[in-house]
């Protein structure tokens, strides 16, 4: 009899609240279209392992602008470029709030970081010290003569392994060049040694953040969890944060002595910073140097890095790509000559490769969420308060609505096209656009064509073990970036 009470009860209380849900969703019938929540959970078991994915899908049925319920939270998904044109230029302003996950809001990081604090003074106050003293075309060409040293010992560790038969981890190498790269410009410093075969603890790091920050989390769906934690994902992206953030309060302490003993001859973006600091505390202090290089680690290192070994992979599964891109290097640089960034804009194939790789395998499968703080009109729709919006640019780039064979590999489609990746062309958007648009693109639009270039223009690449083209493994990993699954190891030989 308890059992039987049991059951009828639990059925009975399921179906009071649907019908509780059904009652809501007629009271927001506003809303974008969707699938139906269930009750309590609403369409969290639609996410899947690949959300992109899913949520691609299920646009096919419910169109471009569509509403899922993630248990408490309202998240509105963009999957067409005049959609995203809407949010991202029409309405920028209505959706340039950010909807920021419980898994960076850990030791303040949310609180300075450019990425997600709101449009406000502060936000514009630190993108102008950032664009002013690190982006700037002034301080990119200043720094011109960095990129290319390191540029030069990418290839020296190539010709190396291809001298001794040695199988090269793309991945790991085009982060080893991105992360030196970085890091001399900011504080004159290798953080990883490119003729070692050994891992780098901070590429695990950031890496784990990523993914940490990328999982569905129930946190985000139910308020009343955050302090519980249940997936433990607060728990693991603290100690994370806590690791990186180490690792600059030492650099920072360290300098600060240097400056003390009058040792400091340096004129990086780190002594830049410190002499802000020193003329104006409010205008820039500690925390903000911190967080500001956790910023620029995220969308200069692992991004890019992801990029890379996605060209790359593409590549060897394409043979014939190969050719075309070292014909033209051959032609216009000269075959095994080093590249400076200056030639980039007279290799054309080589952007179009470029190009077709972000269309692919944008370096974020969705825009970093944005945010509505009042209930916004889109369209004929009411987007509510507190909303999640979701810019889906993955889905965006295999629409087939616009792009012929979306699925294919295929460099020549951007040929006799001006379209370019600024934030201007809504079909093509992985560093986003607008206000949010990615401060770090004009250093990701000068060290892409490089270091890929000098790969190919430098060695034959062909895959370990005998592997052919047509079997290359190109399972994605989704996280807040979308990585390759599993690491592209390749052996360089002479050209």
């Known amino acids: 009899m308890d059992y039987y009470t049991l059951v009828f ?56 602008i569509m509403s899922l319920k993630l248990g408490q939270l309202t998240t509105v998904v963009i999957s067409s470029s005049s959609m995203a044109e809407q949010v991202l230029k029409y309405q920028d302003q209505d959706f340039s709030g950010r909807f920021v996950p419980n898994a960076v809001q ?51 560790y190539c010709a190396k392994c291809s001298q001794e038969g040695k199988v090269v981890d793309i991945g790991e190498v085009a982060f080893k060049i991105n992360l030196n790269l970085l890091s ?55 100690i994370h944060f806590g690791k990186l953030f180490k690792i600059f309060d030492d650099l920072i302490n360290e300098r600060l002595e240097e400056r003390k003993m009058g ?21 820039m202090e500690h925390n903000h140097i911190k967080i500001m290089f956790t910023d620029l680690f995220f969308g200069a290192t692992d991004s890019t890095t992801s990029t890379l070994e996605w060209a790359m992979a593409e590549i060897l599964k394409q043979p ?11 032609e216009i640089i000269g075959k095994g000559k080093p590249i400076e960034e200056v030639d980039t804009s007279r290799l054309p194939y080589l952007q ?30 009411i987007i509510p ?63 892409l064509p490089v270091i890929l270039g000098s790969l190919l223009n430098s060695f034959n690449w062909k895959l370990e073990a005998n592997i052919g083209p047509k079997d290359l493994d190109m399972e994605e990993k989704f996280g807040f970036t979308l990585a390759k699954a599993h690491p592209l190891r390749a052996i360089p030989s002479p050209l």
């Open 9 to 64: 009860g639990s059925i009975f209380a399921l179906s009071f609240l649907y019908t509780l849900a059904k009652l809501s969703s007629r009271g927001t019938k506003k809303l974008p279209p969707g699938p139906s929540p269930w009750p309590i959970i609403g369409n969290i078991h639609l996410l899947g392992a690949k959300p992109h994915v899913s949520l691609a899908n299920l646009a096919k049925t419910y169109g471009p």
């Open 106 to 156: 850990v030791h303040n990081y949310c609180e300075f970081s450019v990425g997600w604090i709101p449009v406000c003074p502060e936000w514009r106050k630190l993108r102008r010290i950032m664009n002013t003293n690190i982006f700037s075309c002034n301080r990119l060409d200043a720094n011109q003569h960095l990129r290319s040293q390191k540029v030069k010992e990418l290839i020296a």
């Open 184 to 238: 001399n410009t900011l504080f004159s410093k290798d953080l990883a040694d490119p003729f070692s075969d050994s891992k780098v603890e901070l590429k695990d790091v950031i890496c784990e953040i990523m993914v940490e920050v990328g999982k569905p989390n129930l946190a985000d769906f139910f308020p009343i969890l955050r302090k519980i934690d249940l997936q433990g994902i607060r728990r693991r992206t603290t």
């Open 263 to 283: 040792l400091s001859e340096t004129s990086d973006v780190l002594e830049t910073f410190l002499d802000i600091t020193e003329k104006d505390p409010e205008e």
């Open 320 to 330: 014939e790509v190969m050719k075309k891109a070292q014909a033209e290097l051959k």
């Open 352 to 381: 179009c490769v470029i190009k077709e790789t972000l269309r692919m395998h944008p370096p974020l499968p969705f825009l970093v969420p944005h945010g509505v703080d009042q209930n916004v009109k889109l369209c004929d729709y």
């Open 385 to 447: 308060k507190d909303s999640q919006v979701l810019v889906n640019v993955w889905a965006i780039g295999r629409d087939i609505t616009f792009w012929e064979d979306p699925l294919i590999f295929k460099p020549e489609r951007f040929w006799s096209s001006d379209m370019n990746v600024r934030g201007q062309d809504f079909d093509l958007i992985p560093f986003s656009a607008g206000r949010r648009i990615c401060p770090a693109l004009p250093l990701a639009l000068r060290t």
